[in-house]
């Protein structure tokens, strides 16, 4: 079945610092692919999206890009701040699939002064 | 935009009363809706997708008399636990999908937070 696999966390890095969470994925298909991210006490709010090979999402510093020979979707921030501190969620909707979400298991990111 | 709102944020109930939680697409249309449930540090596991209209289908292992899902329209899905019990004591979060060339994906609400006594 198709799968999401992410880096365990947590992560703790300090302000400035470069930062990389590993995503790699399974699917039978041409799955669109996402990074959610949960602040706490909230719910999820998108952060980026790509919906097919080589195509790079990004938004706020962040970026990933959609390698399907390695099936990866990386997110990287050159320069992480405190406030980037939340659970980061790497998730997949197969086409045909019923618009249903596969997500990772999350990976906490915490960022100190 | 795409915005989903979910009402209450958090709730409190004693042990057998019944809770309806409400999700919301604010400023799109969503022909399916989904409920999800968190635990703490964990991932969102899927309990069911709600379709407007149709039956909800649930996952396994979900018990559709327990979790009772309604989408009355384009624009509304409610999660309704019945008869509720510690160990329901939850993070619910609805998404709802928003479909288009540039925009097919889902959308989160900010979540509930159900505390059963």
């Known amino acids: 079945g198709d799968s999401v696999t992410q880096m365990e966390g947590p992560v703790t890095l300090s302000e400035e610092a470069f930062l990389t969470i590993n995503c790699t994925y399974t699917?039978?298909?041409?799955?669109?692919l996402f990074w959610y991210v949960q602040y706490p006490g909230e719910g999820l709010q998108l952060l980026l999206k790509?919906?097919?090979?080589?195509d790079k999402g990004s938004n706020k510093g962040f970026e990933a890009t959609y390698r399907k020979e390695t099936t990866s979707f990386h997110l990287e921030k050159g320069s992480v701040q405190v406030s980037d501190s939340a659970v980061y969620f790497c998730?997949?909707?197969?086409?045909?699939?019923?618009?249903?979400?596969?997500f990772g298991t999350g990976t906490q990111l915490k960022v100190e002064l | 935009g795409a915005v989903v709102s979910q009402h209450p944020s958090w709730v409190i109930c004693k042990s057998g009363t019944s809770v309806k939680i409400e999700c919301r697409s604010l400023?799109?249309?969503?022909?399916?809706m989904f409920w999800y449930r968190q635990f703490p540090k964990q991932s969102l596991m899927l309990m069911a997708t709600?379709?407007?209209?149709?039956?909800?289908?649930?996952e396994q292992g979900v018990e559709k008399d327990k979790f009772l899902i309604n989408h009355a329209s384009l624009t509304l899905s409610t999660l309704t636990v019945t008869s509720a019990h510690p160990e329901d004591s939850s993070f619910y979060i609805c998404?709802?999908?928003?479909?288009?060339?540039?925009?097919?994906?889902?959308?989160f609400g900010p979540g509930t937070r159900l505390t059963v006594l």
């Open positions: 998404s709802a999908y928003k479909g288009g060339v540039s925009t097919d994906t889902q959308y």
């Open positions: 699917a039978t298909g041409y799955p669109s």
């Open positions: 790509a919906t097919k090979a080589d």
């Open positions: 998730a997949l909707i197969l086409t045909g699939g019923g618009n249903k979400l596969t």
């Open positions: 400023d799109f249309q969503a022909t399916t």
């Open positions: 709600s379709n407007e209209g149709s039956k909800a289908t649930y």
